[in-house]
Structure formats: structure tokens, C-alpha cells
């Protein structure tokens, strides 16, 4: 089993910087992709970025520029360094990891969810 534990979420001004983190820990493999979705009220989830172990990252392009994605495969920490926040990065950020067990399926394990609130 996969264990997904955030933190780094808060209330920041438009402009402002956060970095979340999220600690993965069970059964992590070297295939294993590890992401960030966010969802705000009333939209679908959606892709912030994702990383490979192998450091190949891949980001949402409303994030290119402002979000870095980064991976310590030796801690199995994840972390996503928003700056330039703007007031539509409003959302629930959650963690994700996502492992292939076959060419068509993967499997997904979440976390809790932290709230990120871009506001004056």
C-alpha cells in the first residue's frame, strides 16, 4: 500500500509563493509517477504537474513559468513551488501517485488534499 501525506497549503496574496510537500511512504517503486492535481469549487480535477523518477517533469499550462515541480526519490518527497500565485490557483492541491501495471492500466493512490487560497 501507498501512504500520502501533504502539507504547505495556506492563505497567500496574488503574487505570493508557497511550496508544498507531500511525503510518500509503503511500496514506491522507480516507475512510479508522482504528481500534483488541484480542483476549486465546482470544476473537474486537473493536472498540475507530474515528475518521473528519472526527473521528466510535465506541467499544466496555466502553471508554466510560475509551478516547479521536484522529486527527492531518496525521501520519496514530492514538492510543487508555486510562486506568482494568482487568485485561480484557489484550490484543494492533492498529491498524487500514479503506478502502471500494464500497458492500458494504471493504478492511482491520492492524498488528503491541502487547501491553497490565493486572496487580498
Known amino acids: 500500500q501507498v501512504q500520502l501525506v501533504e502539507s504547505g497549503g495556506g492563505l497567500v496574496q496574488p503574487g505570493g509563493s508557497l511550496r508544498l510537500s507531500c511525503a510518500a511512504s509503503?511500496?514506491?517503486?522507480?516507475?512510479?509517477?508522482l504528481g500534483w492535481y488541484r480542483q476549486a469549487p465546482g470544476k473537474q480535477r486537473e493536472l498540475v504537474a507530474g515528475i518521473t523518477s528519472s526527473g521528466s517533469t510535465n506541467y499544466a499550462d496555466s502553471v508554466k513559468g510560475r509551478f516547479t515541480i521536484s522529486r527527492d526519490n531518496a525521501k520519496n518527497t514530492v514538492y510543487l513551488q508555486m510562486n506568482s500565485l494568482k487568485r485561480e490557483d484557489t484550490a484543494v492541491y492533492y498529491c498524487?501517485?500514479?503506478?502502471?501495471?500494464?500497458?492500458?492500466?494504471?493504478?492511482?493512490?491520492w492524498g488528503q488534499g491541502t487547501q491553497v487560497t490565493v486572496s487580498s
Open positions: 509503503g511500496s514506491i517503486f522507480s516507475i512510479d509517477v
Open positions: 498524487n501517485l500514479r503506478r502502471r501495471l500494464s500497458l492500458s492500466t494504471n493504478r492511482d493512490y
